[in-house]
């Protein structure tokens, strides 16, 4: 049988060894010393996320009008 825990280690693990990296919610939460979020709430890193966005399309100003910036996040 399986668990909520089983399942996310799997998934986790199937990401990192696509190359992806995990972030500790215990080291970017709110409280923690490399806050990356406001709230646990905050499904989306927009440090993280403007970063990628910006290495992905260089060509996009960076930080012009936050237009285009906020219709990003209403996914």
Sequence with gaps: MFNEDMVEQAVLSSFKAMGYVYADPALIGPDAPQK??????????????????????????????RGGDQAGYRI
């Design 36 to 65: 990356e979020r406001t709230a646990n709430g905050e499904v989306l890193l927009l440090g993280r996320l403007r970063e990628a966005v910006a290495r992905l399309n260089p060509d996009i100003p960076a930080r012009g009008s």
